[in-house]
């Protein structure tokens, strides 16, 4: 029922910034029906899927993987029903195709691949080394 659609990627040089954006519909502003946070994964080339960044639409919680602290930021406009992942100071490591996400929620959540209930299709992000 959720729709995901994720766009912004591209071919960046290391040390420059992206940003990307996921527009996000078809989920209920009913609170007692299901809760989401959404967020980012991501699979680079012969790696395995990891979770990027995730932020709770319940208290604006957000989590983030190590290699990307400090250097990405996730947020999400309810207005608009945007989500973004701001991604500065980018590196080779971080060539992937990045995937916005929908966790169903309740209590405590986790940002791992295997969390998402729903997905987008994708956006390529290249950084050349």
């Known amino acids: 029922q959720v729709q995901l659609v994720e766009s912004g990627g591209g071919v960046v040089p290391p040390g420059e910034s992206l940003r990307l954006s996921c527009a996000v519909s078809?989920?209920?502003?009913?609170?007692?029906?299901?809760?989401?946070?959404f967020g980012w994964m991501r699979e680079g080339p012969g790696l395995e899927r990891e979770g990027v960044s995730c932020i709770s639409t319940i208290d604006e919680d957000t989590r983030y993987r190590t290699s990307v602290k400090g250097r990405f930021t996730i947020s999400y406009d309810g207005a608009k029903r945007m989500l973004y992942l701001q991604m500065n100071n980018l590196k080779p490591e971080d060539t992937a195709t990045y995937y916005c996400v929908a966790i169903k929620i309740s209590g405590p959540w986790n940002c791992g691949p295997g969390d998402p209930h729903y997905w987008g299709q994708g956006t390529q992000v290249t950084v050349p080394s």
């Open positions: 078809g989920f209920s502003l009913d609170y007692t029906l299901d809760r989401f946070a």
